[in-house]
């Protein structure tokens, strides 16, 4: 499983217009999947060629992230809306004063599960799920506390043509029940201090998306189920869903096509919710960690036979 040590190329991403006045120095990971991102500080306003030297750094790496960076919640905000339009995030509390951030905290003594800790991509569940997820660092424990990626778009290359064109035309059933409803589990567990869940009847309701979604803007095909939040593939038996569903969500987090990612205080990271998965891990009981969240705006996932590239 690669983990944060990155390749010795070092490619930095110029300007448009002068290609002589470095933007942004990008160090990818081996493989390529995520990638450090310095040369910036993102509590300043962003120039147009920053942005799009940014964009094309995460339609390349899927993950990105920025160390030393500290940043207030309205400098957090600002830089999330250089990506476009905030995301709805339901059924978490966010922050009295600022309802676009949610503080993903577990205290020193919490005896509650680590919150996204199962690999998922977040609000698959809903019509038109965020396109990004945005995590800054504030307080991060000496030991524990990785976030786990997975490439859905490496995943999909590495199955065969005949499977992927079994794969292509199929339809998958979304849904937040088994987290956020009335009975599920945040309704059922004890011991959660940090954060506030809001448990809701509104997430029994369900969402078809393809199962391979192409992504907007760079055409690429990626595998988009989840084993949190996607229910079964539309048409199927219980038992062929759960067999095939079973079979694709143990290849995607396979070695190979895992990233493991080690935060510090400051770090931001975003990653590309249209093409990858991520998972919380523990392993900091009795230390605290926090850290500040907000998504982008996203749309409707687009099946494999759409390309309707911008």
């Keep these: 499983m690669p983990d944060t040590g990155r390749t010795d190329a070092t490619k930095t991403l110029n ?10 120095v990008v160090r990818p990971n081996p493989g390529g999947f995520g990638a450090e991102i310095t040369g910036l500080d993102l509590a300043a306003p962003l120039d147009p060629e920053t942005r799009h030297a940014l964009k094309a750094a995460l339609a390349r790496h899927a993950v990105l992230w920025f160390p030393d960076q ?31 951030v949610l503080e993903v905290r577990r205290d020193p003594d919490e005896t509650a599960s680590v919150f996204g800790g199962a690999w998922h991509s977040d609000w698959s569940f809903e019509p038109e799920p965020p396109s990004l997820t945005i995590l800054h660092a504030k307080v991060i424990p000496p030991t524990g506390g990785d976030t786990l990626f997975a490439d859905g778009r490496a995943a999909w290359r590495a199955l065969s043509p005949a499977f992927q064109a079994m794969l292509a035309p199929l339809r998958a059933i979304h849904s937040a029940s088994r987290p956020y409803g009335a009975g599920g589990f945040y309704a059922q567990e004890k011991g959660r201090t940090g954060m506030t869940i809001l448990p ?3 997430a029994d309701r369900t969402t078809t998306h393809p199962l391979v979604r192409r992504h907007p803007l760079t055409g690429e095909p990626a595998l988009f189920i989840n084993p949190v939040y996607t229910l079964s ?58 850290l500040h ?18």
């Design 70 to 100: 500290p940043l207030s919640h309205e400098a957090l905000e600002a830089f999330t809306l250089t990506w476009g339009a905030f995301g709805r995030d339901p059924y978490i509390k966010p922050l009295d004063a600022h309802p676009h």
């Design 233 to 290: 593939v539309d048409g199927f038996s219980p038992e062929e869903s759960g067999a095939l569903l079973g079979f694709l969500f143990a290849h995607m987090t396979k070695e190979p096509f895992v990233y493991r990612h080690r935060w510090a205080p400051n770090m931001l990271t975003l990653w590309d919710n249209r093409c990858c998965l991520h998972n919380a891990t523990g392993g900091y009981d009795g230390y605290a960690r926090v």
């Design 200 to 202: 809701s009847p509104e």
């Design 15 to 24: 300007s448009p217009s002068d290609s002589s006045v470095p933007l942004i």
């Design 293 to 310: 969240r907000t998504t982008v705006a996203g749309d409707a996932p687009m099946p494999l036979k759409e390309r309707g590239l911008n």
